[in-house]
């Protein structure tokens, strides 16, 4: 699903730093804005507020696993929206492509799953994909 949407949102990207220059802290810090907000409403709708809290309650060494995970969180957003404001609008897809390709590859190999030829067809298109529009960026660049 995140493949697809950053296929789908890569172009309303370049539409949007064209037209607003948006710094990293900015798109950072608008996209967490909003984020809170959502999560913050469906937390409660779904009930999941509440429960949390007890949770914390019963097992506080998690406490600390939540605060490293916010940490790499942090740092992973600020070198996304760091690569978004900086570079042209399909650097960050195909690198966030490459990095859900390769965690794929090493489950794959690491744990053993066994792929049938349909599923190893799949990871082809997708490499194809990736490596075509590496083609494409670096073959247009000289042509400039």
Same mark, same amino acid.
């Given at each position: 699903?995140?493949? !697809?949407?950053?296929?789908?949102?890569?172009?309303?990207?370049?539409? =949007? /730093?064209? +037209?607003?220059?948006?710094?990293?802290?900015?798109?950072?810090?608008?996209?967490?804005?909003?984020?809170?907000?959502?999560?913050?409403?469906?937390?409660?709708?779904? +009930?999941?507020?509440?429960?949390?809290?007890?949770?914390?309650?019963? @097992?506080?060494?998690?406490? /600390?696993?939540? &605060?490293? !995970?916010?940490?790499?969180? %942090?740092?992973?957003? &600020?070198?996304? @929206? @760091? %690569?978004?404001?900086?570079?042209? #609008?399909?650097?960050?897809?195909? &690198?966030?492509?490459?990095?859900?390709?390769?965690?794929?590859?090493?489950?794959?190999?690491?744990?053993?799953?066994? #792929? =049938?030829? @349909?599923?190893?067809?799949?990871?082809?298109? !997708?490499?194809?994909?990736?490596?075509?529009?590496?083609?494409?960026?670096?073959?247009? /660049?000289?042509? /400039?």
């Amino acid at each position: 699903m995140s493949v !697809v949407c950053d296929a789908f949102f890569s172009d309303s990207q370049a539409y =949007n /730093k064209g +037209q607003y220059k948006p710094t990293a802290n900015q798109l950072f810090t608008t996209t967490n804005f909003f984020a809170f907000i959502i999560i913050f409403f469906v937390s409660f709708i779904d +009930q999941s507020f509440f429960p949390f809290f007890d949770f914390i309650r019963d @097992y506080p060494s998690a406490i /600390k696993d939540i &605060i490293i !995970v916010g940490v790499l969180q %942090v740092i992973g957003q &600020i070198s996304i @929206y @760091y %690569v978004v404001a900086n570079f042209k #609008q399909h650097v960050f897809p195909l &690198i966030s492509t490459t990095r859900k390709i390769i965690t794929v590859l090493v489950s794959i190999f690491y744990y053993g799953h066994s #792929q =049938n030829n @349909y599923q190893w067809f799949a990871v082809g298109i !997708v490499f194809f994909g990736m490596f075509y529009e590496l083609y494409e960026e670096l073959t247009h /660049k000289k042509q /400039k």
